[in-house]
């Protein structure tokens, strides 16, 4: 397991302050970027739970923040990251769609999203190498 992702998962296990699928992923990769974990953790806290409405997926969001920090916002790597993500939750990523599939697969949510935490972390990680970030 992957610095980043011990750091999310470390997040994620904390009860207070609740951390959010956003935040957990995003503040790993922004510590490391050298960005302020609490403007972070403010800026990504109403992303979890699909901005809050089911929309899009938390971890997901985490991972176009995280990429953003290292200026790889741009169209192809943001591309390949929903490629990635996608072929790794089954093609989707709205939260309530990604949600809906746990419940129907008897998954217990919290374990469901930290997989997909996990997912997104690593994802992140590996095109951040890939584009010699890290």
């Known amino acids: 397991m992957s610095g980043f992702v011990e750091r999310a998962m470390a997040l994620r296990a904390q009860k207070e302050p609740h951390i959010n699928c956003a935040q957990a992923v995003a503040l790993p990769f ?4 050298g960005a302020d974990g609490e403007t972070l953790m403010r800026l990504a806290a109403g992303f ?20 953003g920090l290292y200026d790889l916002g741009d169209p192809e790597t943001l591309r390949l990251f929903r490629e990635r993500f996608t072929e790794k939750s089954g093609g989707m990523t709205d939260c309530r769609d990604l949600l809906r599939y746990g419940v129907e697969h008897g ?5 469901h999203c930290d997989g997909l935490v996990i997912t997104a972390v690593t994802v992140v990680e590996e095109l951040l190498s890939e584009k010699g970030k890290i």
Not at 30 to 33: F, P, Q, S, Y
Not at 48 to 67: N, P
Not at 107 to 111: D, F, G, M, T
């Open 48 to 67: 979890g739970g699909g901005m809050r409405s089911g929309s899009v997926c938390g971890a997901y969001t985490g991972g176009v923040m995280a990429l």
């Open 30 to 33: 922004g510590e490391a970027a």
């Open 107 to 111: 998954l217990e949510k919290k374990a």
